[in-house]
């Protein structure tokens, strides 16, 4: 049985209760929650995962509680729990969804040690996974929605779980959270696209979440052989320019956007050191989707022959 299948009621009872089981692939996160309306956005995001029971282990339980105090009068806010603990301020009760996704994020990057994280998004394609390092506002997100619509799967919008011993990708599986204009870009682009609900005004702007494609669901235990390293960055009218970078240089911009390579010591070091002499490397500009996907077609088609 799909989240789908379960209905808002059955969703709900689960929060309630035992907890929403998630299998994101390298993590399982456990949610419970009292705040309505969140059953019914969780069940569009996560509507291709799997019904699993909430008992054994779990990497992370948390999830969302109706914030108490007299503000829920007037003004309505929920809290992110996580062990018992409150770690932000409360969020406005219509930005439930957002803030569970963040806080999830959150503590993904805290606790998950055991590989190597790269703030990066990565999909694959023909046995050839592109990983997309990237600062806010490059565009990394918009163009991974953008490639998962044009049939690579999914791995992750934003984390690169690399595993240590041999540099593999692992699925980190979660939606593709799009802000503002992406979210447009994305219906037009895709009309298809499995969006869920637009939340504006948050922190972070006007949000949405992409709903991971039921192919890249059904692999999210699939391990991908790194291939392509791309540094994308969105430029309105900008013209398509794809420029090789050399290894060191992007060695050292991927170690510098990770969430966990100092504490990991030699063994990122490494383990990073092979990903990136095993992969080819270049900057990509662009300003329009069609043409970076065409340009990132072609690289992924020239690696594919030579493997």
């Known amino acids: ?40 956005a969780l069940g569009r995001v996560y509507a291709e995962f799997p019904v699993e029971e909430a008992d054994g282990f779990f990497d992370v339980t948390a999830g ?3 914030a108490r105090g007299l ?19 409360p969020f406005p009760a219509d930005t439930h969804l957002p803030l569970l996704e963040w806080g999830l994020n959150w503590c993904i990057a805290q606790r ?19 990983v997309l390092p990237a600062l806010p506002g490059s565009g990394k997100s918009t163009l991974v929605a953008a490639l998962c619509a044009r049939g690579y799967r999914l791995l992750s919008d934003e984390f690169g779980v690399v595993r240590l011993d041999d540099a593999m990708l692992l699925p980190l599986l979660k939606p593709v959270a799009l802000k503002d204009a992406s ?20 922190r972070k702007g006007d949000v949405a979440h992409l709903a991971p494609p039921a192919a890249s669901t059904a692999r999210r235990h699939e391990p991908a052989a790194p291939a392509l390293v791309l540094f994308p960055q969105f430029g309105a009218g900008e013209p398509l320019a ?3 970078m050399a290894k060191s240089r992007a060695f050292a911009k991927v170690s510098a956007n990770s ?17 990136v002499a095993g992969c080819d490397v270049y900057r ?7 043409a970076a996907i065409g340009a990132i077609d072609g690289l992924v088609g020239g690696r594919a022959q030579r493997q």
Not at 33 to 40: C, I, T, Y
Request: aromatic share 10%; charged share 25%; hydrophobic share 45%.
């Open 71 to 89: 503000r829920r009068f007037v003004r309505p806010q929920v809290d992110f729990f996580v062990d018992g603990e409150l770690p932000f301020e």
């Open 112 to 130: 998950a040690h055991t590989h190597l994280l790269l703030h990066a998004g990565v999909v694959e394609r023909r046995g050839v996974a592109v």
């Open 259 to 275: 969430f966990n390579y100092g504490p990991l010591g030699r063994r990122a070091f490494d383990a990073l050191g092979r990903l």
């Open 183 to 202: 979210i447009d870009v994305i219906r037009k682009f895709a009309p298809g696209s499995a969006l869920g609900p637009v939340f504006p005004k948050t």
């Open 1 to 40: 049985m799909r989240v789908a299948e379960l209905g808002d009621a059955g969703i709900r009872a689960r929060l309630a209760g035992p907890g929403l089981a998630l299998d994101f692939g390298f993590v399982r996160a456990r949610v419970r929650s009292d705040v309505r309306g969140l059953e019914a």
């Open 242 to 244: 794809l420029e090789p």
């Open 64 to 66: 969302l509680v109706r």
């Open 284 to 290: 990509l500009t662009y300003g329009d989707l069609d």
